[in-house]
């Protein structure tokens, strides 16, 4: 082996430390001799990914592509027969043989996709793959390459990568999938973003803290027990504090063609309980309910600063519960909510068990 291949390279460095492992130099490449004119330089692999030891400007024209949670600024240039030089030099990596390097930038702006999760730990499954003709090189799991899911910091996670590939593809593409829906730009700036399209259209996340909220108006019983509900009970109110209508919910995935999820908050303005009666106390527990356009929900209700807890702490003191429902897309269903009192008598030897309902109903268009 002949000395420079032993060198450290300033490229392998770099890719080893945007990696976050401890990879020995040189071992993502086959060291060889190229022929020819005597080049001893380390020889990239196809798919080995490479970090630039120095800041490099932007490509111009990158693209918009969304993700649940965020916009994702992209681009991807033509493949190149080398990597740039360093101060001057020739790059101290070389291509595969007869190979090529294809360039990507990925940048994140700062404003936020509004977007629902039905538990945590968050389940969606971002991949970044280079498509040279028709080969994927896959960067999400790759030393050096590109992890992008809702519970990674994004420090370090966007930036310029090189990709090694096999020969000098005339057709490259950046290909980015969102739990199987593929997002392709290729390296004339024409893009396609598929059913990803519709989370663009999504409003800005800080946008939605100006929408004004929505009285579900007076209660009314629908239950047959005799036990009444404390005076500062009876006037417990009902309100949507939050709909967004979104194509995809973590947990869930994408909703079926022509139709969306509609993601309902809901909140009560006070406790309830149950008042005694003949010098009987009773303790109760409360479960609250919802359907959308007579349909049970998909998922809640889900307690949403339970979800927010973590990354995504952002704690609401009016204690919100969240509903998910899949509905036609561009429909306004009705909602009704309902709050079950679950009362049975304080006194541990006693029987008995009974069950009073609140019920609001809350008409479609007032939820568009």
Sequence with gaps: MSRTAELPSLWSTAAALASG?????????AVTGLDGDGDSRPQASPGDVFSSPYAEEPQPDQVRLELPWRHLDVAVAAAQPEL?????APADVAPPEGGSFVRVDLTSPTDQVPFVGIRRPLATQVEVSVRADGVDHPLSDRPGGFRLDPETAWSNATGTRWVAVDGAPTDVELVVTVDGEEQVVGSDGAADLGRAAQLADLPAATSLQDEPEIDCGRSRRA???????EDYSRETACTVTRVLRVPYVDGLGWAPRGREYVAVLLTLDRTVDVERTDDESWSSATTLSARLGG???LAGPVDVNDLNSGTLAIQDPDDPQMFVFEVDEGTNPDLAAALDIEAVPSDPFATGRETL???WDVEGGRLS
């Design 21 to 29: 492992t401890a990879l020995a130099l040189g071992l993502a490449w």
């Design 357 to 359: 309902r609140l019920v």
């Design 84 to 88: 740039p030089d360093i101060s001057g």
């Design 295 to 297: 349909e049970e929900p």
């Design 223 to 229: 239950d047959s027990s005799d036990l009444e509900l």
